[in-house]
């Protein structure tokens, strides 16, 4: 018999850290993913450093460290941009970070950073997690030299669209991708999970368990997203009007490629600058 429950969306920031802000969920999806056993007892939200790293803020949604590891955890919602340069600064900054004397310059801790990005296909077809990480190769043939590098700091980004599509990850990974994106349908059905903390994790982000706080943030957060938005539908707008006043023959469908605005946008737009 299955166990259908209604649940918030991981494509929540709000929802998302309320999830993985428990910490036997946190340690055991950083487990499945990295092959980590980190030791904590607090995930940190919205973790920024005392002091600044570098000329701009970081603020991180889920952060958590023992002696050994930190583990930095990052949800992309909106797909506006790449951001694949953003998340690769924050890694860079938090791996930075831990070194606290120039007397030395090995890293006390090994930086993990995981970026989900919610209902995205990975710009790599059929391929849900990608890494980034430092190894020193042979330039002829790419082999690793290995023990040169004490700690392997490590990137992971994480396309949770198209769960099934990826047949060479684990069956672990498999599962949190799969939960993730099948919460964005606003129900789960948890017989179809073997994990114990997926199964908690439907639990802590079902519906009857929004408070008041969560439905204010979220509320916010929706807020936030709608200006997004409308901001860069009128760069766009404002883009595709500067082609139209140009002295040249643009196709609808050329600038639709240029702009990311639909066809009948497009047309709407013409008839309103005739």
């Known amino acids: 018999m299955s166990e259908l429950i209604k649940v918030n969306p991981l494509s929540s920031g709000t929802v998302f850290k309320k999830g993985f802000s428990d910490v036997a969920i946190f340690t055991q999806m950083v487990k499945d993913f990295t092959g980590v056993q980190i030791k904590i007892t607090e995930v940190e939200n919205e973790k920024a450093f005392v002091e600044p790293v570098a000329n701009v803020a970081t603020k991180f949604d889920l952060f958590a460290e023992d002696k050994e590891n930190r583990v930095i955890v990052e949800a992309q919602h909106a797909n506006y941009s790449d951001n694949f340069d953003r998340f690769y ?7 930075v970070e831990t070194i606290v004397s120039s007397n030395t310059y090995n890293f006390p801790q090994t930086v993990y950073t995981l970026v989900f990005f919610t209902d995205r296909n990975s710009p790599a077809e059929g391929k849900n997690i990608l890494v980034h990480d430092g190894e020193m190769k042979y330039i002829a043939d790419g ?3 290995k023990g040169v590098f004490s700690r392997k700091h490590r990137l992971f980004f994480i396309f949770t669209k198209s769960p099934d599509s990826d047949s060479a990850i684990s069956e672990e990974c498999r599962e949190w991708i799969k939960a993730i994106h099948e919460t964005l349908t606003g129900s789960v059905c948890k017989t179809d999970y073997k994990n114990q903390e997926v199964k ?7 519906t009857d368990k ?6 204010a943030k979220m509320k916010l957060e929706h ?19 500067e082609f139209l006043m140009l002295p040249i023959e643009i ?7 240029a702009t990311g605005l639909s066809l ?11």
């Open 223 to 241: 807020n936030q997203k709608d200006a997004i938005k409308e901001a860069i539908f009128e760069e766009r707008l404002k883009t595709a009007r």
């Open 143 to 145: 082999e690793v030299i």
């Open 264 to 274: 009948l946008e497009i047309d709407a737009l013409r008839k309103s600058l005739a």
């Open 200 to 206: 908690r994790l439907f639990e802590i982000i079902a």
């Open 210 to 215: 929004t408070t008041p706080e969560d439905r």
């Open 251 to 257: 196709s609808n469908s050329d600038l639709s490629s």
């Open 89 to 95: 600064y924050y890694h860079q900054i938090s791996t």
